[in-house]
């Protein structure tokens, strides 16, 4: 199974401010069609993960601009130019390249 | 708009089987493009994707290796709905159990999400 990690496992964040959340994989998610499978999700408190970026760079329908994924092979990040107070919650990002899916443990974002 | 459903109970005893249903609304079970998938979270295991079914000219089913031998997912076309059978459970089964939508193709991901199911295994 593929491994997924997450750095840092907590970030307080200034509402205003960048944040950056970075995300590895044990092996490479680039596709023979050069997408990179890496999805990033995000749980609001008490709800269910919802869709932020697939295919590493591409915002789902709804996200706002301030939200960004980039990398490739075994390193991503996603970033988030200026954090809202309603960005809380924790943060997975997911390899979609084989089964078994696998999550990383999470980056819970919570404000200072 | 596409909405997942989720019913089922939210306590079983240990030894005996959990079963949950995601009634799928805007779209359709026997689509060509989606996958339908179980995943649960737990504070031990984290996100854990536990299977899928989908429709390619015929029925495929895919399950994770840890409940392979316990469980199975299986569509109902005439209430477009699929369901959750996991058999012999113990209290490590206890979560929050999610169905969801995996969109092929130009995204590629569990776009779309049921409200979740806290399960929890005890007698």
């Known amino acids: 199974d593929i491994v997924m990690t997450q750095s840092p496992l907590s970030l307080p964040v200034t509402p205003g401010e960048p944040a950056s959340i970075s995300c590895r994989s044990s092996q490479s998610l680039l596709h023979s069609n050069g997408y990179n499978y890496l999805n990033w999700y995000l749980q609001k408190p008490g709800r269910s993960p919802q869709l932020l970026i697939h295919l590493d760079s591409n915002r789902a329908s709804g996200v706002p601009d301030r939200f960004s994924g980039s990398g490739s092979g075994t390193d991503f990040t996603l970033k988030i130019s200026r954090v809202e107070a309603e960005d809380v919650g924790v943060y997975y990002c997911m390899q979609a390249l084989e089964i078994p899916f696998t999550f990383g443990p999470g980056t819970k974002v919570d404000i200072k | 708009q596409v909405y997942l459903q989720q019913s089922g109970p939210g306590l079983v005893k240990p030894s005996q089987t959990l079963s949950l249903t995601c009634v799928i609304s805007g779209d359709s079970v026997s689509s060509n493009s989606a996958a339908w998938n179980w995943i649960r979270q737990s504070p031990t295991r984290g996100l854990e994707w536990l299977g899928r079914t989908y429709y390619r000219s015929r029925w495929y089913h895919d399950y994770a290796v840890s409940v392979k031998t316990r469980i199975a997912i299986n569509p109902d076309t005439s209430k477009n709905q699929f369901s959750l059978q996991l058999n012999s459970v113990t209290p490590e089964d206890t979560a929050v159990y999610y169905c969801?939508?995996?969109?092929?193709?130009?995204?590629?991901?569990?776009?779309?999400w049921g409200q979740g199911t806290l399960v929890t295994v005890s007698s």
């Open positions: 969801a939508r995996w969109y092929s193709g130009s995204r590629d991901s569990f776009d779309i």
